[in-house]
Every structure is written in structure tokens, then in C-alpha cells.
T-cell receptor
């Protein structure tokens, strides 16, 4: 069966510091991968998605970037965090064919101070 | 452009009451997919159901049921005999066309079931 991992679970970082959040998926090959942010405890905003290694699409221009160095690894980064980057970051996956629903990881709660 | 509207921001019911969460969508696609997710206080989104646009049969799973109506572009979710463990934020989502399969989410409905 497939499993998706995210780490760290929680993170407190000062403004201006770098960020690296990691997401890995087990039990599947060539998944589509997604990064979402949930601010203010409610709506989900799609930040980035990837349909293959090295292929990154951005939904919203911002202070963040994403990379996919391996088939089942998706990384969210920032060189300098802003207060507005605080939120709950969720990684998700689905298959390129067949399954249409996305499956989500446990999330990372980021607080920028 | 695609859009999902969940007009109910918060709903509060007493345990054992039935409750319906509304979802209205907009899309120009002739084939599309709709979803419901549950987000308990722990934060992880849990997939509940997928509905294809070409299948208008309503679905029941235990205390959960879904009413899909293309004529009104709605995909409503009913919980029968609600329980405290049903307290969560519920999201409706619409899959965009294209191979990347992105989802457009509604803003969510916070359901609180009181004992």
C-alpha cells in the first residue's frame, strides 16, 4: 500500500531564515505530487505540482520554490521566510493514471516569528 | 475557470441530528470529478468520496450519503445521526481537466457536533 510522509511535523523559524520541507511517497511510481498551504485554519491553496522528476509548475508567484530531485520526493523551499509564510503545509499525491483522488500527508505546521 | 463554493462556513448540531453540507461547483468541462474530504483537528485531509460527472446515482456509505445533481451543479453531503467524532472541517473539491489532475477546493465547512 502507499504511504506519504512529511517532515518535520512542526517548525518555528525566524523571519529571514531558510526553509526546507520534505515529502516522500512510498509504494507507487511516477506519482503526481502537490504542495498546498492552508492559512488561517481554512482554505487550501495549491502552491506547486509536479508530474515527473524535475518538472515543477507553480500556481501562485511567491516567496517559495519546489523541487523534485527523485521520483517520490518533493521538497518545498524558501531562501528567506516571511511572516506571511506561516501556515499548515500539506503534501499530496495521486497516480498519473487511474486514481483521480489525491491522498494527503500529515502536514507540517510552520510558524514564522 | 472552475470554482467550488461552500456557502456554509460553520455549522453546529447536537449529536444524533442529521446535517447536510452544501457544495456548488462551476466548470465548463463535460467530464469532471468531484470529491469530499474530511479534515479532523489533527490536520490531515482524509478522502471520503469521488463522484464522476457521468454517474448521477446517489451514494450511501454507513451514516454518510451524497446527493449529486448536475441540473443544479451541486454535490451535497449528508451525515445521518451525527456523532461527536464527525466534528471536523469538510472540503468539497473539483478536479481540473488535464493530466496534472489538480484539485480546486471549496473554502470548507466547519462542522461541530455537540454532545
Amino acid at each position: 500500500s502507499q504511504t506519504i510522509h512529511q517532515w518535520p511535523a512542526t517548525l518555528v523559524q525566524p523571519v529571514g531564515s531558510p526553509l526546507s520541507l520534505e515529502c516522500t511517497v512510498e509504494g507507487t511510481s511516477n506519482p503526481n505530487l502537490y504542495w498546498y498551504r492552508q492559512a488561517a485554519g481554512r482554505g487550501l491553496q495549491l502552491l506547486f505540482y509536479s508530474v515527473g522528476i524535475g518538472q515543477i509548475s507553480s500556481e501562485v508567484p511567491q516567496n517559495l520554490s519546489a523541487s523534485r530531485p527523485q521520483d517520490r520526493q518533493f521538497i518545498l523551499s524558501s531562501k528567506k521566510l516571511l511572516l506571511s509564510d506561516s501556515g499548515f503545509y500539506l503534501c499530496a499525491w495521486n497516480t498519473g493514471t487511474g486514481l483521480y483522488e489525491q491522498y494527503f500527508g500529515p502536514g507540517t505546521r510552520l510558524t514564522v516569528t | 475557470a472552475q470554482k467550488v463554493t461552500q456557502a456554509q462556513t460553520e455549522i453546529s448540531v447536537v449529536e444524533k441530528e442529521d446535517v447536510t453540507l452544501d457544495c456548488v461547483y462551476e466548470t465548463r468541462d463535460t467530464t469532471y470529478y468531484l470529491f469530499w474530504y474530511k479534515q479532523p483537528p489533527s490536520g490531515e485531509l482524509v478522502f471520503l468520496i469521488r463522484r464522476n460527472s457521468f454517474d448521477e446515482q446517489n451514494e450511501i456509505s454507513g451514516r454518510y450519503s451524497w446527493n449529486f445533481q448536475k441540473s443544479t451543479s451541486s454535490f451535497n453531503f449528508t451525515i445521518t445521526a451525527s456523532q461527536v467524532v464527525d466534528s471536523a472541517v469538510y472540503f468539497c473539491a473539483l478536479r481540473r481537466s488535464g493530466s496534472a489532475r489538480q484539485l480546486t477546493f471549496g473554502s470548507g465547512t466547519q462542522l461541530t457536533v455537540l454532545p
